[in-house]
Nanobody, 111 residues
């Protein structure tokens, strides 16, 4: 499975960004992880093919993960962004056997 992510960039605190990730074929769970400098990669949000979602506590109420199964695409709508959201965001796919990773996309929240 190949994952192609897009949508990162520079945004001011309080702003919004939307990330997209398209998979080359259907996959059970899709989502996003992020890695800030000097820190481990951590789950941001994930969604299964039947719509079950999981969020990191730090993004609940601000980020929304969704997917379009017909397009094998997952989205991450990020609102009320904070400087601590700055990281490289990685698209993830999991077929219950292994993880697949897309290339990272930089999200920088700064004034």
């Amino acid at each position: 499975v190949q994952l192609q992510a897009s949508g990162g960039g520079l945004v001011q605190p309080g702003g919004s960004l939307r990330l997209s990730c398209a998979a080359s074929r259907s996959i059970f769970s899709m989502g996003w992880y992020r890695q800030a400098p000097g820190k481990q990669r951590q789950l941001v949000a994930a969604i299964t093919s039947v719509g079950h979602t999981n969020y990191a506590d730090s993004v609940k109420g601000r980020f929304t993960v969704s997917r379009d199964n017909a397009k094998n695409t997952v989205y991450l709508q990020m609102n009320s962004l904070k400087p601590e959201d700055t990281a490289v965001y990685y698209c993830n796919g999991n077929n219950r056997v292994r993880d697949y990773w897309g290339q990272g996309t930089q999200v920088t929240v700064s004034s």
